[in-house]
Every structure is written in C-alpha cells, then in structure tokens.
C-alpha cells in the first residue's frame, strides 16, 4: 500500500487531517461497504481539492479508487461502495491545488458471513 | 442490458451545491477469484467513469477491483446553467456505456 | 475460516437446545424484518430507489414486461397492460394455488408458466438475469403491502408440508429451520446476526452474491450451509417452504427489492 500511495504524492509529505473518511466500523458484509471521503476546503479557484485517492492494506490490489475533483465540485465528497477482503485500515489521500497532501485513516472490521454456500 | 441508475435533482438555483448520485449494472470481476477447478477468473471491471455538464468534465473517476459490483458513485457539483449532464462508464472487455439527465438552473 | 462458523454454530445449538417436539413459533407481535437486523448504513442502501442495486433488476423488468416475445409474439403488458396496477399486490400472495398442476407455484414458476401458455415462449431459467429481472418488477409492484400468502384453503396441506419442512432436523448437524429462526433469533451465529427469517423482500440483492437473487437460491444455500443436501431448484419441498415463509410472515409488509448482507 505505501508504495501505491507513492505513486501518486511522490516524495512529498502528507499530512493528517482535514480529510475525513466515513466508513461503518464493522461491516457484515466485505463485498460492499459504504465509503465517503469529504474534505474542508472552500472549493475556489485558487484554493480546492484537486483529486482524493483511496487505498487499502490487505486487498490484493491496494488501490481502490481515484477521483479528480476541481473548483466546480462545490464540495469535495465523494462516495461508493468498496471490497474490503479482510479487516483493515483505509486511507485516503487528498491532493490541494496548492500541491500539498492530506490524509485520513480508519479501521475497519469485516465479518464473514456465517454459512458459506457453493459458488452457483 | 446495461442499465444505469441516475440520481440528478430536476431543478436547482444558480450557485446550489447538488449531490448527483449514480449506479451501473457491472460484474466487477476482480481477477482475483478461481472457479472450482482452479482456473483464474479473468478480470473484467469498470476502468474510468467521467462526468460532463454541458460538455465539460466536473468529475472523473479511476476504478479498480476493490469497487463493489454495480458500482455506486456520488458526487457534487455546482449547478451553474440549466443543461445536460452525460455520463460516461468505461471498462474491460470493450464495455462502453453512457447516460444522461437534464436540469435546469433558475 | 469456514469451519469456524460451523463448529460454533453445532457448539451454539448442542449447548443451549433442549430438544423440544415442536419449536416456539414467534409471536406475531415479535415479528422483525430482516431488515431491522441490518447496520444502518445497509439499510439506507434499500431505502433509497437511486442507490439500491436491486432498482437495476426492476429497471430490467420493466423493459422486458414490454417486449414482444414468443410464437404468439405477444409482450406481457398486452393482456396485463401498466403492471403497477394489474400487478399490485400479486406477489404479496405468492406461492398461490395453480388450478393446472394442482399445487402451489411461486411467482418465478407463474411468470413461465404465462410465457409457455400465453406466449408461447420458452420458459427462462431458474436464477436467470431475465427471470429475475421480471419477478423483481412484478414483486415491485406489491412494495408496501402486507403478505397474504397462504391464505387459500385450498393451499392448507401445502403450508401444512412447508411447516414440517421447516420443523424438520437435517443434514450433518441434525439442525431444523426452526433451531436457529424461532428458537435464536436474538442471538449472533459468528459475526452475523441470526434472522427470523421473513422473506419479506424477495427477490433481493444479497451483498454476499453481489446480485439479486431469488428465495429458493437464499434456501438452497442456507439448507447447504447446514450441510444437508440442498432440494433441486424448483423442487415441489421448495416451494412448500416458500409457502410457508410467506404465511408465516402474513401481514408483514413486502420489501421487493430488499437489500441483505
């Protein structure tokens, strides 16, 4: 995952805060778990979200999704439904117009569903 | 039969914040799963979905196979003129699909 | 992993069953939906017609209701023209009683027995995209109303067949329906919760399959889960067990298309 996040910030420092990432703390189902990411910023030209970026820890493939926003977003949220193999930690990564990054981080826990059945 | 799902208020006052919500028939076969026997299932997801209002992009997404099957996205955009929003979903496999809602802006 | 639901589960019910002739039937003022076991951020992807996957399926139906199909080359809205109205409060009544086999069918078995007389068409395969995508616009159509299913005299012994079904202890864990959906319903089986198992909103989209999916698919994969051998889809038990679900959820309000974990 760290070195997905690489790829987009670079060698750049990304700090915490100003992203909040709403996900259930415990899901009962991994298939489709709900996400949003929202970001404060006054979404103006000269000061906006550029784009946010999801990862995970334990998926097979750590990306998840990248969005791009821009000034005429009006708010910088975005949502979907995510897989989530396993409990993990999501991150998300926010890029600001004025090239500085931004993150939040949350936990989440998956359960399996109880009775497994044969693949139809 | 694709169908796709489309969440746009009808109507909104310039300057309004509007959440545009949007849903997509798709498998979303990660790559990832093996049949019975054993043979890999080969991927076949949703790549890039993109948003245009009145012709310009206001949105653009990159998917991967950690997006859930049926792919649910939602978004904000400033409703600034009456018009038309076109959505456009792009995978594997050749898969092309697009859709549209109109709205006006008072 | 797996085994670890199972064991639990045998462990869960060895301990705390005492083996009883006749389950406790749940009282009709104990009644809950599947839906009120769900975490709140799954029950907001069923309220809402825009973000509910199972909506694509209807969306589906409604295309299909209208297409002329068949040597007849008739479409269903030809004799039953806008189902919102020649369909509203059908599938509240599902399984019904069918004059021709002499039996209860449910609405996915009705749909093809109209394509073969009526439309002279092919009957659609059981768990097919088309089948499901009728039945789940169909079912629709009854968002909201209360189940009344059973309610025929002339379906008396097969609800009668349905409840012994479900009363019935099978397979490799000697476990009934009612072990764990009369008896424990209050309880946790691994991380999820024990239903009382009301088919209030079928067909459904299972978060699990990743589609919508019809009851007898939810049945066969539970019957497997407690390691008995599943009845073929389609099979006569089958629809005795729907019947009796339905009837024993009579006057819970249907769902269609309800999402679950």
Known sequence: MAMAMRDITGAAVVRTGKVKLDVPPLVENGNTVPMTVSVTSPMTAEDHIKSIHVFVEKNPQPNVGNFVLGPRAGRAQVSARIRLAD?????????????????????????????????? | MASALINVPKKAKRGDVIEIKTLMSHIMETGFRHTATGELIPRDIITSFSCRYNGEEIFRADLFPAISANPFIAFFTTATESGTFEFSWIGDRGFSETASASIIVE | MRWIGTIALATLLNVACVPFLFAVEIPPDQRRSGFSFMAPDNQAIQNDDTANP????????????????????????????????????????????????????????????????????????????????LTAFVAQQSRGMPIEAGADPQLEPFVAKGRELFMRRQGQLNLSCANCHDDNWDKRLAGSAVTQ?????????????QSLGSLQRRLRACIFGIRAQPYDIGAPELVELELYLMSRARGMPMETPAVRP
């Not at chain 1, 999501?90 to 949350?106: P, Q, Y």
């Not at chain 3, 369909?87 to 009705?110: C, H, I, S, W």
Request: charged share 20%; with cysteine.
């Open chain 1, 87 to 120: 409990s993990q930690k999501i991150v998300a990564i926010a890029k600001l117009s004025d090239g500085s990054f931004w993150s939040a981080t949350a936990d989440v826990v998956v359960t399996l569903a109880a009775c497994t059945e044969e693949v139809i």
């Open chain 3, 197 to 209: 198992g009301h088919p209030t909103g079928y067909p459904l989209y299972r978060l699990e399959w």
């Open chain 3, 54 to 133: 199972g909506m694509l399926w209807v969306l589906d139906g409604e295309a299909l209701w209208k297409s002329k199909i068949g040597a007849a080359d008739k479409s269903c809205a030809d004799c039953h023209n806008d189902a919102s109205s020649s369909m509203r409060g059908v599938a509240a009544r599902y399984p019904a009683f069918d004059t021709k086999p002499g039996r209860p069918v449910n609405l996915e078995q009705r749909i093809n027995l109209c394509r073969a007389d009526h439309q002279q068409a092919t009957p659609l395969a059981y768990e097919s995209r088309d089948l499901l995508a």
